[in-house]
T-cell receptor, first 115, second 111 residues
Framework: DAGVTQSPTHLIKTRGQQVTLRCSPK?????VSWYQQALGQGPQFIFQ???????QRGNFPDRFSGHQFPNYSSELNVNALWLGDSALYLC??????????????FGPGTRLTVT | KQEVTQIPAALSVPEGENLVLNCSFT??????LQWFRQDPGKGLTSLLL?????REQTSGRLNASLDKSSGRSTLYIAASQPGDSATYLC??????????FGTGTRLQVFP
């Protein structure tokens, strides 16, 4: 059973550029959340996708956008990159969030470095 | 606004010691609390999930407790091993809302 997968593993971009990160959820999961983890910090929630719609959003600017596809995979797009966007980007998946008996499973992350 | 704090920030112990990691949260209206392990530069591995109606969960040498009324959870690691060295994160959740994480406890177990 494949877990959550993310691509690419590492990425180096220049300020002002745009980047797209990809995530495939664990088999059987239909909800995908994205988190940003700066060095030495806990992950911060960016947004969550379910049924191809953004359901929840954290305190991130509109430069951060996403998409969910019919097969439940998801993309995170960041425009006009800043140096401060350098972080580990984590994707998490879970079942449809209608109850309390669910657990989030995280992928290995994408390390983004903005120079 | 929910805030999650983890104490201590770092811990270095000799192999074999029993450890207690602490997590506190300011809003007791949570659905569940999850403990994760993170190796350097890697993703998160879920260790234990405690529902709000539960008091504790156990998995192998790990035991996590939850006291909602006081806004506290503890992760107990028995007979620590060098392979336990990692950062341990706790996170709370309300319904379909986001997970709110603490900043973690960085654990080093030396032989």
């Amino acid at each position: 059973d494949a877990g959550v997968t993310q691509s690419p593993t590492h990425l180096i971009k220049t300020r002002g550029q745009q980047v797209t990160l990809r995530c495939s959820p664990k088999s059987g999961h239909d909800t995908v959340s994205w988190y940003q983890q700066a060095l030495g910090q806990g992950p911060q929630f960016i947004f969550q996708y379910y049924e191809e719609e953004e359901r929840q959003r954290g305190n991130f600017p509109d430069r951060f956008s996403g998409h969910q596809f019919p097969n439940y995979s998801s993309e995170l797009n960041v425009n006009a990159l800043w140096l401060g966007d350098s972080a580990l980007y984590l994707c998490a998946s879970t079942f449809k969030p209608t109850g309390t008996f669910y657990e989030q499973y995280f992928g290995p992350g994408t390390r983004l470095t903005v120079t | 606004k929910q805030e999650v704090t983890q104490i201590p920030a770092a811990l270095s112990v000799p192999e074999g010691e029993n450890l207690v990691l602490n997590c506190s949260f300011t809003d007791s209206a949570i659905y569940n609390l999850q403990w994760f392990r993170q190796d350097p530069g890697k993703g998160l591995t879920s260790l234990l999930l405690i529902q709000s109606s539960q008091r504790e969960q156990t998995s192998g040498r790990l035991n996590a407790s939850l006291d909602k009324s006081s806004g506290r959870s503890t992760l107990y690691i028995a007979a620590s091993q060098p392979g336990d060295s990692a950062t341990y994160l706790c996170a709370v959740r309300r319904g379909t809302d986001k997970l709110i994480f603490g900043t973690g406890t960085r654990l080093q177990v030396f032989p």
